[in-house]
């Protein structure tokens, strides 16, 4: 996480490939192949030269000048990242992977949270906007609160909505097919025998963790299984909210025999529950997620989930982003990458069983 310095209004000269190359040992060409994104030069070279350009005050742009150099005095190279929080591994995955993707063309990332409050996320739009970050990656897009992203259109600030999108307001996406991923992981439950099962999601007014509902919902109902009123939760994307929710669904004199999670870190906090009560997993309840966090796969957790391409997701992001900022266009991308399901012990399946699908 990186403080954001705006520019001064200065313009900086214009770097020439042969400066560039003298000061970074290389040849002008090879200096014109990184700048300009073509491949032959190492990864090492590559962010050398990056490295030197930015010390340089060198800046990109769509617009080739001399040498074939791409140059905006204007591009900060500095972009933003707005999260619903930091207590999920999910969202600090995507910050690191991100960071990590952006620091390899010479960008830092400034990191915001927004506690999925919708006047926090509009005035966090609005800070980056007016901080001139040069575009920003938006991981906490509510449903129907389109005033974020309206003020980034407004001010020509390119984003990027990964996993949450608004329903009001077009843009580049990257996510799951979550209403896949989800009849999948629901579908297996009840492969299982299972038939009084309950849902906890996050948030409705994100519309990843509403698609999952809905389809949870859906494929249950097809198989003859209701899940309706109390059996249907709404919680906190962390363990509290599953543990509330746990609370709730563990208290009633006719508790589920299996819980679907539209989340990692909500299935281990009702798993922390059930244990807390005598209860053991799976031979009273069965637990499942969504998310595939590495800790939740692990031999000690064993969580069945269905597995979300951290890196994958966030580098795509990253690169449509990047595609945004240097060719500005009208026309919007979306991005699925594949989920799987890993198979772990908390549905019923035997050890043995384990294994992605």
Request: net charge neutral; aromatic share 4%; hydrophobic share 40%.
């Amino acid at each position: 996480m990186t403080d954001i310095q705006t520019e001064p209004a200065m313009r900086p000269p214009k770097m020439s490939a042969a400066a560039i190359a003298r000061a970074c040992g290389v040849s002008p060409a090879t200096v014109s192949y990184v700048m300009n994104g073509k491949p032959g030069v190492s990864t090492e070279t590559r962010r050398h030269i990056i490295k030197v350009a930015n010390e340089l005050g060198f800046r990109p742009n769509r617009n080739a000048g001399q040498d074939g150099i791409r140059l905006d005095p204007h591009l900060n190279r500095v972009i933003g990242l707005i999260l619903p929080n930091i207590v999920n591994p999910m969202y600090t995955g995507w910050a690191e992977n991100i960071i990590t993707a952006t620091g390899r063309d010479g960008f830092e990332v400034f990191v915001a949270t927004t506690q999925d409050n919708p006047d926090t996320l509009a005035q966090v739009a609005m800070t980056l906007a007016a901080r001139n970050v040069d575009g920003i990656i938006i991981a906490a897009a509510l449903r129907e609160d389109s005033r974020a992203l309206r003020t980034l259109r407004q001010r020509r600030v390119p984003y990027i909505c990964l996993s949450r999108r608004s329903d009001h307001l077009p843009g580049d996406f990257v996510g799951i097919d979550d209403d896949a991923a989800a009849t999948q992981l629901m579908q297996h439950v009840l492969d299982h025998g299972y038939r009084e099962i309950a849902t906890v999601i996050g948030p409705r007014f994100s519309t990843a963790s509403l698609a999952r509902e809905q389809a949870f919902v859906r494929t249950a109902a097809a198989a003859g299984v209701a899940i309706t009123g109390e059996r249907k939760i709404s919680t906190r994307l962390n363990r509290d909210g599953g543990r509330v929710a746990a609370e709730k669904l563990l208290a009633s004199t006719t508790p589920p025999r299996a819980i679907v999670c539209g989340a990692d870190e909500i299935a281990i906090g009702i798993m922390e529950h059930a244990l807390s009560m005598g209860l053991r997993i799976p031979e009273d309840l069965a637990v499942v997620g969504s998310d595939g966090l590495p800790h939740s796969r692990s031999e000690l957790v064993g969580l069945t989930t269905i597995v979300q391409p951290i890196q994958e997701m966030a580098n795509n992001a990253f690169s449509l982003l990047l595609d945004q900022i240097t060719h500005p266009r009208n026309t919007f991308t979306h991005i699925l990458c594949e989920h799987r399901l890993h198979l772990g012990r908390t549905c019923g399946c035997p050890p043995g069983a384990t294994r992605n699908t």
